[in-house]
């Protein structure tokens, strides 16, 4: 019980009376004026005169008490048992209405302070799991951003090999070769000519000092894959009168 129900339940008005043969008590009570009272119907029940409650109550006007009102009726007399008895019975049933009132409205604050409780504890709980979520959702971004950040480099090791690859494949895959068609070289004389002499590799030297794809001393086969292409036709047509005959004389003889 709280204070305040323990302060309502202290307020129950009650007359201390001794009751003795001939209905003779000994006041010192408070009457709760009720529905319908004067000051003239309770002096009469207290055997008190109006003056002396105006008196003992310091009432400004005599005329005018309202029901619930309290007033001490504290004078030694013979008085009228049963009005004390209603009076005091009054004061307990609005004390003990006001009591439980009381203990009803503690019941709602504590209800209300758990219920506010448990709510800060859940809110406690759920940025506590929230905050775990973030730190593992950045951390995830982190690892992200930091294989984003690793990729160019990987990306970029890559196309190093890529452009160093070609290179080398190039002579024997047929970059070279597709050079070659294009300036004006044919796939009969690449077939027979250039990869019997010099495997398509432009830069092939022998013992001998023959240079270049088709592995001759002239000044273009030290040249572009171009110049080297230009230069055989052209040799070829001079020498032999055409590509074919060139071709015809290389298969013959094993060189031209």
């Known amino acids: 019980m709280s204070n305040s129900t323990k ?13 003795a043969a001939g209905q003779t008590v000994a006041t010192a009570a408070t009457y709760t004026v009720q529905n319908g009272d004067n000051l003239s119907t309770i002096a009469e029940k207290f055997n008190l005169t109006v003056d002396e409650l105006v008196s003992e109550n310091k009432l400004t006007d005599s005329n005018m008490i309202f029901t619930d009102q309290k007033l001490e009726v504290s004078k030694t007399a013979s008085v009228d048992t049963a009005a004390i008895k209603a009076s005091t019975e009054a004061d307990a049933q609005v004390a003990a209405q006001k ?12 209800a209300a302070e758990a219920a506010a409780q448990k709510a800060s504890e859940k809110a406690e709980t759920e940025t506590v799991a929230t905050a775990t979520e973030d730190d593992k959702s950045n951390d995830e971004s982190d690892e992200k951003v930091s294989d984003a950040q690793a990729t160019p480099e990987v990306t970029q090791v890559k196309a190093e090999k890529a ?7 190039g002579a024997a895959s047929g970059s070279t070769r597709d050079q070659f068609l294009a300036n004006g070289g044919t796939a009969a004389m690449w077939d027979v000519i250039v990869m019997p002499e010099s495997e398509g590799n432009p830069n092939a030297v022998s013992p001998n000092g023959y240079q270049g794809l088709g592995q001759t001393k002239e000044a273009w086969g030290t040249g572009s894959v171009a110049d080297q292409t230009k230069g055989m036709v052209n040799y070829a047509t001079s020498r032999y009168g055409s590509i074919d005959g060139a071709l015809a004389f290389r298969q013959s003889n ?3």
Do not use: R
Not at 7 to 19: P, R
């Open 7 to 19: 302060n309502v339940a202290l307020t129950v008005a009650g007359v201390a009376s001794v009751f």
């Open 254 to 256: 094993g060189w031209w």
């Open 99 to 110: 009591a439980s009132e009381a203990a009803q409205k503690d019941a709602q604050q504590q």
């Open 163 to 169: 452009e160093v690859a070609p290179a080398s494949a």
